[in-house]
Nanobody, 115 residues
Framework: QVRLVESGGGLVQPGGSLRLSCVASGSIFGISVMGWYRQAPGKERELVAGITSGGTTNYADSVKGRFTISRDNAKTTLFLQMNSLKPEDTAVYYC?????????WGQGTQVTVSS
């Protein structure tokens, strides 16, 4: 089992920044991909950004140039730096880890972008 705990969400004004963190624990050996997803009210959960064990990253078109995914050297903490936030970025953000074809999820952290 892999346990994921997110933090860093909150209320921010349009144009502001937030940094999300996700700490992974448990059976972290063998995690091939980690990523951030988000789900807005009434919408499906969508991929925001992902990073492979080799360090390759990918982003949703809607966040390219504004968000940056990264992790620490021990590969136990995942980050999402979010800049130039827009009201449409408002959602619950979830950390995801894929290990041996099984997905693990955190509990989610709320991000609200509003003036």
């Amino acid at each position: 089992q892999v346990r994921l705990v997110e933090s860093g969400g909150g209320l921010v004004q349009p144009g502001g920044s937030l940094r999300l963190s996700c700490v992974a624990s448990g059976s972290i050996f063998g995690i091939s991909v980690m990523g951030w997803y988000r789900q807005a009210p009434g919408k499906e959960r969508e991929l925001v950004a992902g990073i492979t064990s080799g360090g390759t990253t990918n982003y949703a078109d809607s966040v390219k140039g504004r968000f940056t995914i990264s992790r620490d050297n021990a590969k136990t903490t995942l980050f999402l730096q979010m800049n130039s936030l827009k009201p449409e970025d408002t959602a619950v953000y979830y950390c995801n880890a894929r290990r041996l074809l099984k997905d693990f999820w955190g509990q989610g952290t709320q991000v609200t972008v509003s003036s």
